[in-house]
């Protein structure tokens, strides 16, 4: 080894882990789905199985979290959402009966993202400032919306992994040039990903047009190398998994979970946190632009 390896200066780490759970119970089935079948739609119920046993885990590693659930979820499972906000855990919006945003025209998105807020207001006594679209889809609408409503993040969109940004405001598409991008705003951005989520990988839709039912080994590998090359390159940086009650609430797959947080835990410099601390610090840390 070269003698300067010997000296180099081991490079202090910083990252945070946000654990989110998408407590979508059985608006998912009802809303997008348009389920009917008493068995699709107990699969929602499961969530609040799920639930508790979320719950019960975090209490015991100690570990805060942040929650998106839809006010249907909240209508319909008061006590248990209540339980949620009781243990200290943020509830973000998401949604009412889990509407895409970008398939309602813009006053519908309005008027549920008003019924969003005042379910959530009804638990925890305070607007939400967290908000995660369900099925990550924004509207042209969408960012204003959430600025005029108050939010300070946004959970939804992918342009960077590791790193918070801010969203944008007037960027233009067009077909014969380069990418226009518009002009950033204060709302921030925690980006997710697809393959930080649960549900392509253990979800079953029948008929089979997806089939996830992976082992928990699997998806802990790819989850760990993940925060591993985040821990290890970078150094620095927001880790950020998106889980859903009524799938990672199986027995098997809360072990691999239990098993994900006591490796991360057991890295020098690695804090968990809800992502509306994160958001804050981005913002006093970051602020945005002016234009
Ligand atoms: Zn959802």
Redesign the pocket.
Known sequence: MPAHDLVRPIMSKNVTVCLSF?F?AL??WLGPMRSKSPSTISRGEFGAVGAERLLDLLRRHQVLASW?I?GHTIDTYPKIVQKIADSGHEIGH?GYL?ENPASVPPDEERRILERGSECIRRITGKSPVGY?S??WDLSPHSVGLLLEFGFQYDSSLMATDFTPYYCRIGDEAPQDGPYVFGKEVDLVELPVDWSLDDWPYFGLHWPAHHVGLRTPDEVYSIWAADFDFLYQHLGTGVFILTM?PQVIGRGHRLLMLERLIDYMKSHVGVTFSTMEHVAAEWQRTHPVTKA
């Open positions: 998408d979508d608006s998912i998106f839809p998401h889990h995660r369900p099925a859903h």
